[in-house]
């Protein structure tokens, strides 16, 4: 499968721990996103990267979070002190470099399901 | 951002066309109408995406307005496994993608 990974899928932690969530993206992809979707919400922006630079990161970005590509390939999401309402799906998407810089499509991953008790 | 309004939901039947509205009254000349769609427990899946001309593709068709306000994303023969929520979104560029509710569409047998 050469599609957008993640992991892990799902992931149950208490109060106050840490977590940190992986994205490998499609091969050759120099633009990967974060979003995060809670329950019968569209997936809302949470920050950009194109090649290992991070271009935008979202106000829903707090200094609780950090998202990190280092050599432009994978990129991990760590959630620091996490509370209950970090509990949702985060989705990590990527896209090409394209010479049609219209033609934006992401391609998305599972998704890791964040539950936090 | 530029938004969009769709129907919250739509129902259909197998094997009939589905035409699922999107108003964007407030578009500028450089926002593409890209849509989405998101099966149960999967991530978002691109379908199509267009600028001034209708244009189709394996999985669907755009129609899109002559004033560019509204657009309209066409299966031409629903099947159970287009039920989905579909997002309407205005891009531009390799900017991130604003979701909105979306339709949920649900198809009969």
């Known amino acids: 499968d050469t599609g957008v990974s993640q992991n892990p899928r799902h992931k149950i932690t208490k109060r106050g721990q840490n977590v940190t969530f992986r994205c490998d993206p499609i091969?050759?992809?120099?633009?990967l996103y974060w979003y995060r979707q809670t329950l019968g919400q569209g997936p809302e922006f949470l920050t950009y990267?194109?090649?290992?630079?991070?271009?935008?990161k979202s106000r829903l970005l707090s200094d609780r979070f950090s998202a990190e590509r280092p050599k432009g390939s994978f990129s991990t999401l760590e959630i620091q002190r996490t509370e209950q309402g970090d509990s949702a799906m985060y989705l990590c998407?990527?896209?090409?470099?394209?010479?049609?810089?219209?033609?934006?499509?992401?391609?998305f991953g599972p998704g890791t399901r964040l539950t936090v008790l | 951002d530029a938004k969009t309004t769709q129907p919250n939901s739509m129902e259909s039947n197998e094997e009939e066309p589905v035409h699922l509205p999107c108003n964007h009254s407030?578009?500028?000349?450089?926002?593409?109408i890209h849509w989405y769609r998101q099966l149960p427990s999967q991530g978002p899946e691109y379908v199509i995406h267009?600028?001034?001309s209708n244009v189709n593709n394996r999985m669907a068709s755009l129609a899109i307005a002559e004033d560019r306000k509204s657009s309209t994303l066409i299966l031409h023969r629903a099947t159970l496994r287009d039920a989905a929520v579909y997002y309407c979104?205005?891009?531009?560029?390799?900017?991130?993608?604003?979701f909105g509710q979306g339709t949920r569409l649900t198809i009969n047998p």
């Open positions: 998407a990527s896209s090409p470099r394209d010479r049609l810089i219209s033609n934006n499509e992401q391609f």
């Open positions: 267009g600028l001034t």
């Open positions: 091969s050759e992809h120099n633009r």
């Open positions: 407030t578009i500028s000349g450089t926002d593409y």
């Open positions: 990267f194109q090649n290992e630079a991070q271009l935008e």
């Open positions: 979104i205005l891009v531009q560029g390799a900017q991130k993608l604003v």
